[in-house]
T-cell receptor, first 112, second 109 residues
Framework: NAGVTQTPKFQVLKTGQSMTLQCAQD?????MYWYRQDPGMGLRLIYY???????DKGEVPNGYNVSRLNKREFSLRLESAAPSQTSVYFC???????????FGQGTRLTVV | QKEVEQNSGPLSVPEGAIASLNCTYS??????FFWYRQYSGKSPELIMF????GDKEDGRFTAQLNKASQYVSLLIRDSQPSDSATYLC?????????FGKGTSLLVTP
């Protein structure tokens, strides 16, 4: 039982490049989330998906897009990366909104 | 954005002592409260959740909730060096969990 799996674990991008962070969960959870974690800022919600077929903005959505591909998978896309998007990105899932969330191992992204 | 506040620490306790971690929140409508542990360079790991006023115990961990005063705490009994980590408090807020910035705990041998 892998839980929540994120790929890649590390990535370096040049300013203006695009990339997609992948996330998959095998716990049959309905809700999925993308957070970013920065020193001194804590975990901030980027986007969430209450259930398959729905996505909504969180606290810091600018510069990002998401796709809930199916119940298992929730991807995060950076269309034109900026140095301000250097961060650690965590995907999480939960059975329903506002229930206990389980996190993937994170993606450490550096934009130069 | 409603607030979840934690003292950043570091909180230093000797091995075998009780560590007490505190969290306050501003949204009176919050119903669910969670404690996560995060080791350096790793992802947050769920320790406990609590929904009702009072205490909830799980092994060496006790979560305490007081909705009237809007605080939730985590007690770690018989603290071990392996408990050294950052502890994140999370509170349900509308559609997702809102996290505090965490308290760094250092357990010294």
């Amino acid at each position: 039982n892998a839980g929540v799996t994120q790929t890649p674990k590390f990535q370096v991008l040049k300013t203006g490049q695009s990339m997609t962070l992948q996330c998959a969960q095998d716990m049959n959870h309905n809700s999925m989330y993308w957070y970013r974690q920065d020193p001194g800022m804590g975990l901030r919600l980027i986007y969430y998906s209450a259930s398959e077929g729905t996505t909504d903005k969180g606290e810091v959505p600018n510069g990002y897009n998401v796709s809930r591909l199916n119940k298992r998978e929730f991807s995060l896309r950076l269309e034109s990366a900026a140095p301000s998007q250097t961060s650690v990105y965590f995907c999480a899932s939960s059975e329903q909104l506002n229930t206990e969330a389980f996190f993937g191992q994170g993606t450490r992204l550096t934009v130069v | 954005q409603k607030e979840v506040e934690q003292n950043s620490g570091p909180l230093s306790v000797p091995e075998g002592a009780i560590a007490s971690l505190n969290c306050t929140y501003s949204d009176r409508g919050s119903q669910s409260f969670f404690w996560y542990r995060q080791y350096s360079g790793k992802s947050p790991e769920l320790i406990m959740f609590i929904y009702s006023n009072g205490d909830k115990e799980d092994g060496r961990f006790t979560a305490q909730l007081n909705k009237a005063s809007q605080y939730v705490s985590l007690l770690i009994r018989d603290s071990q060096p392996s408990d050294s980590a950052t502890y994140l408090c999370a509170v349900n807020q509308g559609y997702a969990l809102n996290f505090g910035k965490g308290t760094s705990l250092l357990v010294t041998p």
